[in-house]
């Protein structure tokens, strides 16, 4: 499984994306960026994207991806896998023909350019070659992470999205290769991390103790590019401490599971 870094960052400034992970160059991880990574035959590659919860951040390249889809007269569709709450979210305040044109109703071919389809927590569902399952995670709004396992290899990835402390996926993550953890801020800002549902280095480290055995890589996401030295620094210092393998990502890089 190799996954590609179209953003990873907790606010965007030049050089700074929003989450999206490309995996095996078929299935989106978030959709916070698209376009402003991906040349057109690639967007085309795109069927299925896992969105773990509705902040604008996380799925605001959806409709712009759809567009190009309809300029292009492309003849497929889109599958967004998502909770009820967060998909309603989606239709509510975004695909609402007010901000944006509702593409699950328009089409390029008989088949409405995006589909909508609710996933429930803890239940594996089918992707492309791939089980995936999602797990509730601790955040200002309904969301979910994803243990993502390919049926070729068998390797696994955990994904969490945004989350503050939280207890559920860990249970789960026992034989997971990889993990893509969010970090959005540095130690001594550790309230507001807790008040916005997000981790910091230390709170990381807790999280960590929580797994019956941690995994063989963690790689952070989210960090806010404004602490990114100073989260940097501490993520370091953890590493010594811990021994556990951890590494800030970075865009447009394409790691391996």
Known sequence: MKVKVLGSSGA???GYNSPAFLIDGMVLLDAGTIG???KEGAQWEIRDILISHAHLDHIKAIPFLADNIIIKHKRHSVTVFGTSSTLADLRRHLLNDRLWP???RISASIKPVLRLKSIQDGKPFRVNGYSVT???VNHTV????YIIREDKSGRALLYTGDTGPT???WRHAADVHVAIIEVSFPN???KLARMTGHLTPDLLKAELEKMQRPPAKVYVTHPKPQYIRQIRKEIAAMRKKTGVVIEILK?????KV
């Open 102 to 104: 509702d593409f699950t």
């Open 142 to 145: 309904p969301a979910v992470g």
């Open 167 to 169: 207890e559920r996926i």
């Open 36 to 38: 402003a990574s991906l």
């Open 12 to 14: 965007e400034l030049p």
């Open 188 to 190: 001594d800002m550790e």
């Open 134 to 136: 999602a797990y509730a």
């Open 251 to 255: 865009d447009g890089e394409t790691y």
